[in-house]
């Protein structure tokens, strides 16, 4: 791999040459490949029961597992269900060591394309309210889908600058990850083209970004709660550099030693840039080490009491009309009305009504269950996906080796045995839902999701 020399240079010196001709040979091997169990729809031993795939368990990840390369998850029905999201193993870490408990209100600020928010929601378990953010808008999207592909609830998905949700967010969340935008040095056996990157933007660039992100953060915070930042890149100006620049600036803020981290998981090295030796308990993954890419992480905690996260709800409850309570006769999930919200033509189950929205680049305030059409409801992709195939009375379940589900996910009519089948059906490959179609003489008219489909 044709690697800058100011690079490979400035590697030397901080790892020395031995272990730098080590990091080198790492560049000679497979990059390792990863999916993560869904827990908001399976456990981990559940899934390892029904997998169509060679796993082996990923060692520093309750959920996480290696694949080989031959395989294609992304094409399995079990993708489309929403059952894992496909990551690389390092990246599985931050999420993992965030210490989420249910009713947490968490902010993930740099959250696309959605790999560490769809594992916080998963840590959340339907609680609380997740605020997945990216400042990208067209990033945004593929967050939204990965959001309501892993039938997230309880989120809200925006795309603003940092600073730009202080005035509505101020010390609102128990919990806050900045997966930060970084030079990428620990992903350039992964993704060479991030080599380019680094030449022409370099650390300082980056390094001011995350200044710039943790000025924010660090007033979004509670009293009490926690921060975790991580990069994907070995520069000690972003890496160590980062947290040195939080704990000169923002003295409430303490590194905390992780407890139990991996044994293959090296220390931070304050002495890399003459900083506090509490940089010690931060956390580096070096793809010599362990079979992953290159990540660093740090765990924050903010002085103070925390209290206790409350939400409010709206005092009246959303009432429907009698046309569309022919959709809703069938829902066995619960739904507060009182935090339902029509906007348009479209009906939202809210997680925090409280929340000002307003005036933000929002593209989902937490479930949207669907749209009023002329004398109907008709329900959503993200609705199915939430759903549990238990909590709607009409599905039609398909093996994830039956032609029909391969037909259905490339958006095709069903002929169907039952000819007396009539109205909305949750479709599912082995009890788990897929998305709706529509039943009338042997037929399924297909609603599954446009823009989703198989290929």
Not at 94 to 117: F, H, M, N, T, W
């Amino acid at each position: 791999m044709n690697l800058p020399e100011e690079y490979m240079h400035r590697m030397k010196e901080l790892l020395g040459e031995d272990e730098f001709l080590s990091y080198m040979k790492s560049f000679e091997e497979k990059n390792y490949r990863g999916l993560r169990v869904n827990t908001l729809k399976i456990s981990p031993a559940e899934f390892e029961k029904i997998s169509p795939f060679s796993l082996k368990k990923i060692p520093w990840t309750d959920n996480g597992y290696y694949y080989e390369d031959k395989e294609q998850p992304a094409k399995h029905p079990y993708y489309y269900a929403g059952l894992y999201y496909i990551q690389e193993p390092s990246a599985m870490t931050p999420a993992q060591l965030l210490p989420i408990e249910e009713g947490d209100r968490v902010l993930d600020v740099c959250a696309a394309p959605g790999g560490k928010s769809t594992e916080l929601a998963a840590k959340l378990g339907g609680t609380g309210v997740l605020v997945s953010n990216d400042i990208s808008n067209s990033r945004a999207k593929a967050l939204l889908k990965n959001i309501e592909l892993m039938g997230v609830k309880n989120a809200y998905v925006v795309s603003e600058l940092p600073e730009n949700l202080v005035s509505r967010f101020s010390q609102y969340f128990d919990k806050i990850l900045i997966d930060a935008p970084c030079s990428g040095e620990g992903m350039f056996r992964k993704e060479p083209s991030m080599v380019k990157s680094w030449e022409e933007h370099g650390v300082d660039f980056f390094h001011k970004l995350q200044k710039g992100i943790i000025d924010s953060a660090v007033k979004l915070l509670k009293p009490g709660g926690k921060i975790l930042y991580s990069t994907c890149t070995f520069s000690p100006e972003e890496d160590e550099g980062s947290i040195q620049y939080i704990l000169e600036n923002y003295p409430e803020y303490t590194v905390e030693k992780i407890a139990s981290p991996w044994k293959e998981f090296s220390p931070g090295h304050p002495e890399w840039i003459n900083g506090f030796a509490c940089l010690k308990n931060t956390i580096r993954l070096w793809p010599h080490k362990l079979k992953g890419e290159g990540h660093f992480i740090a765990l924050l905690s903010k002085e103070g009491e925390r209290e206790t996260s409350n939400y409010s709800g709206k005092s009246k409850a959303f009432v429907l009309s009698e046309e569309c309570k022919e959709f809703f006769q069938y829902l066995k999930m619960p739904i507060s009305w009182e935090s339902c919200m029509q906007v348009k033509d479209k009906l939202f189950w809210i997680p925090d009504t409280s929340i000002d929205t307003k005036g933000l680049r929002i593209l989902r305030s937490g479930l949207y269950l669907g749209d009023f059409k002329k004398n109907r409801f008709e329900p959503s992709q993200s609705l199915a996906m939430a759903l549990k195939k238990e909590e709607f009375e009409q599905t039609m379940d398909f093996s994830a080796d039956d032609i029909l589900i391969t037909k259905y996910l490339k958006g095709e009519t069903l002929d169907i045995p039952d000819t007396k089948a009539k109205g909305w059906y949750l479709i599912c490959v082995d009890g788990f839902p897929l998305g709706w179609g529509k039943a009338a003489k042997g037929k399924l008219k297909n609603k599954y999701h446009s823009g989703w489909r198989m290929l």
